[in-house]
């Protein structure tokens, strides 16, 4: 069985750059849940993908974007990239026979640092 | 507005002895509870959960809590390891309603086992 695997490790960006990161979900697993977390604080919603619809958004602008593909992986785009975007950024992902699923399984993350 | 919260930042314990992790919640919607672990440059790794309509539930040495009345749980650790060192993450959901399976999450509590 194939964990969750992100891509790439770290990242960095200058303010007002776009960035694209990437998600394998786990086998087997239709949903895909995107977070963010920055130092010293727990991880943060930012949306969650089922069957390659956007299933649920937290708190987070506009400019944060996704999709997910008939193989389940999941892209996170980023356009006009902030200094506050610097973080962590997890990718999980679970089975969701309803759209919602509360196990998680997450990736190692995406260290993003913008300058 | 922070709904789930940890309020030790930190837990220093002596390997053997029990290691006590607390977690309260705000928001009564939330009905299913879970706690995750993460080392330093990986994913958080899922732990053990518990259902709202259980006050216990146990998996081996570590045994979740959960006291609705108060908005409260806890994680116990019993005997604790060396290996058991990380950051601990409480993390709530609404698994029955609309909330897509968001997960929201406390700012973890870094547990230290000594030898």
């Not at chain 1, 239709?30 to 956007?54: C, D, H, K, M």
């Not at chain 1, 969701?96 to 640092?113: I, K, N, V, W």
């Not at chain 2, 930042?9 to 992790?21: A, D, K, T, Y």
């Not at chain 2, 006050?55 to 749980?73: M, P, Q, Y």
């Amino acid at each position: 069985e194939t964990g969750v695997t992100q891509s790439p490790t770290h990242l960095i960006k200058t303010r007002g750059q776009q960035v694209t990161l990437r998600c394998s979900s786990q086998s087997g697993h239709n949903t895909v849940s995107w977070y963010q977390q920055a130092l010293g604080q727990g991880p943060q919603f930012i949306f969650q993908y089922y069957r390659e619809e956007e299933n649920g958004r937290g708190n987070f602008p506009p400019r944060f974007s996704g999709l997910q593909f008939p193989n389940y992986s999941s892209e996170l785009n980023v356009n006009a990239l902030e200094l506050d975007d610097s973080a962590l950024y997890l990718c999980a992902s679970s089975l969701g026979g309803l759209p919602s699923s509360y196990e998680q399984y997450f990736g190692p993350g995406t260290r993003l640092t913008v300058t | 507005d922070q709904q789930v919260k940890q309020n030790s930042p930190s837990l220093s314990v002596q390997e053997g002895r029990i290691s006590i992790l607390n977690c309260d919640y705000t928001n009564s919607m939330f009905d299913y509870f879970l706690w995750y672990k993460k080392y330093p440059a990986e994913g958080p790794t899922f732990l053990i959960s518990i259902s709202s309509i259980k006050d216990k539930n146990e998996d081996g040495r570590f045994t979740v809590f959960l006291n609705k009345s108060a908005k409260h749980l806890s994680l116990h650790i019993v005997p604790s390891q060396p290996g058991d060192s990380a950051v601990y993450f409480c993390a709530a959901s609404n698994a029955g309603g609309t909330s897509y399976g968001k997960l929201t999450f406390g700012q973890g509590t870094i547990l230290t086992v000594h030898p």
